[in-house]
């Protein structure tokens, strides 16, 4: 009885082991692999040249690849991470208008945690929403009551203040405005407006 027990056993476990070999190669198929070499070559804009041991340059098929902060700094743009919508925003060609649907003419003033934000918005019942976020996590989220709902554009000013030790060490401070849906409460017309760079 015994032997029969352990022979039962054996098999289950056999059987086992080998479907699950033959799975393997099912779920490694589905992960994509690519082979970067390091670049042999700066990259240089208006004199500024990248360099990073840290963060090479890398080349792909002929294609150069590089750092997206790294392009924002050469290019003198912002380069940030939305970890509400889960992009990356690449903010660049600073005068032009900062706007959407719901907000426009937002101007930004500060640095170091203290900031002033100014602008119109035009939201339903005049209540707009704002936060700050440091790429992982909420540091504050507010309203705002404008003078006049939608359709009429109304002016609005912020002042923010985030204390220094919530600033990141690394990384881009953003502001999100938006408002929430009368519909079914989610964040709609969403405008997110980087604030400020940080790096050690």
């Known amino acids: 009885m015994k032997s029969m027990r352990g022979v039962r056993g054996f098999v289950i476990g056999l059987l086992s082991g080998c479907m699950l ?16 070499g390091e670049a042999p070559y700066p990259i240089e804009v208006n004199g500024s040249t990248y360099e990073s041991d840290q963060l090479p340059v890398m ?9 997206l902060r790294a ?26 208008p900062i706007q959407n649907n719901a907000f426009r003419n937002v101007q930004i003033a500060g640095s170091a945690g203290k900031y002033t934000v100014t602008g119109e918005g035009r939201v339903f019942e005049a209540m707009m929403s704002y936060a700050v976020e440091d790429g992982h996590n909420y540091l504050l989220e507010k309203n705002y009551m404008l003078s006049e709902g939608a359709p009429a554009w109304s002016a609005f ?41 940080f790096e050690e």
């Open 59 to 67: 080349n792909y098929k002929g294609s150069t690849y590089v750092p």
């Open 157 to 197: 000013k912020l002042d923010l203040l985030i204390p220094a030790n919530k600033l990141p060490k690394n990384g881009t401070l953003m502001l999100q405005l938006f408002e929430y849906s009368a519909k079914d409460g989610s964040k709609v017309n969403i405008l997110n407006i980087p604030l400020e760079t």
């Open 71 to 96: 392009v924002g700094d050469l290019l003198g743009g912002t380069v940030g991470w939305d970890s509400a919508q889960r992009r990356v925003i690449i903010t660049y060609g600073g005068g032009g």
């Open 21 to 36: 070999m033959l799975a393997m190669p099912t779920m490694a198929a589905t992960v994509k692999q690519f082979v970067l």
